[in-house]
């Protein structure tokens, strides 16, 4: 049984068909990314999985069981954790409460602090800067941070919304590094991302989505190769 499963997904904002009947899948340890160009429908995927945005039909399942009409919080204590893009921190808190935020479902106070550490053991810089307000970080640190406050709630699968963006290559290098290592230790990802050479290169597979439509999915490796792709997305 896939983690993940959308199917037939059809969502709307007002009058603009967004999704039109997307399907895809998600198994236990991967890292699947969906790319494709601005406006395709990447982060309202997201946003429907993670019940921001209702279907108006079709299914999203995780570990088998319906959640499309699922509130946001409701999905968030199951085991979803979204790190939406633009990051979206609370810039006026410091870096501790916003990481304590991301386990707000959580009342065991020791649990919280482990949970804390294996974010610092991510992201030695994000404990450098405890009590600094979030919004006082550059791009990279607070992009650090999101995936920290993600990782609080100890998700069974992270969704990632265009990490890179915005970040210095060596930035984004580090992001990436950071999501090969966090998925060999055991986390599922599925990733949107506007960088798709960056995001095939570590993924399983990927889907490509095109006004609202997959048109092609592949293992990350073909989807790299391919032809069609390379135009598209790699030139």
């Given at each position: 049984?896939?983690?993940?499963?959308?199917?037939?997904?059809?969502?709307?904002?007002?009058?603009?068909?967004?999704?039109?009947?997307?399907?895809?899948k998600v198994?236990?340890?991967?890292?699947?990314?969906?790319?494709?160009?601005?406006?395709?429908?990447?982060s309202?995927?997201?946003?429907?999985?993670?019940?921001?945005?209702?279907?108006?039909?079709?299914?999203?399942l995780?570990?088998?069981k319906?959640?499309?009409?699922?509130?946001?919080?409701?999905?968030?204590?199951?085991?979803?954790?979204?790190?939406?893009?633009?990051?979206?921190?609370?810039?006026?808190?410091?870096?501790?409460?916003?990481?304590?935020?991301?386990?707000?479902?959580?009342?065991?106070?020791?649990?919280?602090?482990?949970?804390?550490?294996?974010?610092?053991?991510?992201?030695?810089r994000?404990?450098?800067?405890?009590?600094?307000?979030?919004?006082?970080?550059?791009?990279?640190?607070?992009?650090?941070?999101?995936?920290?406050?993600?990782?609080?709630?100890?998700?069974?699968?992270l969704?990632?919304?265009?990490?890179?963006?915005?970040?210095?290559?060596?930035?984004?290098?580090?992001?990436?590094?950071?999501?090969?290592?966090?998925?060999?230790?055991g986390?599922?990802?599925?990733?949107?991302?506007?960088?798709?050479?960056?995001?095939?290169?570590?993924?399983h597979?990927?889907?490509?989505?095109?006004?609202?439509?997959?048109?092609?999915?592949?293992?990350?490796?073909?989807?790299?190769?391919?032809?069609?792709?390379?135009?598209?997305?790699?030139?």
């Open positions: 049984m896939s983690i993940l499963e959308l199917k037939d997904i059809q969502t709307y904002y007002g009058g603009i068909h967004a999704l039109k009947g997307i399907s895809l198994e236990k340890g991967e890292i699947v990314t969906l790319i494709g160009s601005n406006g395709a429908g990447k309202t995927a997201l946003k429907t999985i993670c019940g921001q945005v209702q279907p108006k039909s079709g299914s999203v995780f570990n088998g319906n959640i499309s009409s699922q509130p946001a919080h409701v999905t968030a204590k199951t085991g979803i954790a979204h790190v939406p893009e633009g990051r979206r921190i609370f810039p006026r808190l410091t870096v501790k409460e916003n990481l304590e935020m991301g386990a707000f479902a959580v009342k065991d106070k020791k649990a919280i602090q482990d949970r804390m550490e294996k974010v610092f053991h991510y992201f030695p994000v404990k450098e800067r405890l009590s600094q307000k979030g919004g006082t970080m550059s791009g990279g640190e607070q992009q650090m941070l999101a995936i920290g406050r993600a990782l609080m709630s100890k998700p069974d699968l969704l990632l919304d265009e990490p890179s963006m915005g970040l210095a290559p060596v930035i984004v290098e580090q992001i990436f590094d950071i999501i090969t290592e966090l998925n060999k230790e986390m599922t990802i599925l990733l949107v991302e506007q960088n798709a050479f960056q995001a095939l290169q570590v993924a597979r990927g889907y490509v989505i095109q006004t609202g439509e997959i048109v092609m999915s592949g293992q990350g490796s073909d989807l790299i190769t391919n032809e069609q792709v390379r135009e598209a997305y790699l030139a």
